[in-house]
């Protein structure tokens, strides 16, 4: 069994989203690693350490992007499914 990341993984990022000017590029970041990983749906469920990982950064800041996306209206959260609008 590969125990190695998934490298096949891709995502369709709205362009809204990406040339919002109100939006750190870190949050824009962040908004494309969870279009990888969201299904037909557009649902996902990553761990917040995992996308911290992913983009080397903190599990503080992966909190305050996932904020920032929320406030912008570009996410929903219920639970541990995070849904992209």
Same mark, same amino acid.
């Given at each position: 069994?590969?125990?190695s990341?998934?490298?096949d993984r891709f995502?369709? =990022?709205p362009y809204r989203v990406m040339t919002d000017?109100? @939006?750190s590029v870190q949050a824009k970041?962040?908004?494309a690693l969870l279009c990888c990983y969201a299904n037909k749906e557009r649902k996902c469920f990553p761990k917040k350490s995992t996308?911290?990982?992913e @983009?080397? =950064?903190s599990f503080d800041s992966i909190k305050r992007y996932?904020?920032?996306l929320k406030a912008k209206n570009y996410i929903k959260r219920n639970g541990l499914i995070i849904t992209l609008l």
């Open positions: 069994m590969n125990t990341k998934r490298t995502g369709i =990022v000017p109100e @939006l970041c962040l908004y996308l911290a990982d @983009l080397n =950064v996932l904020r920032e």
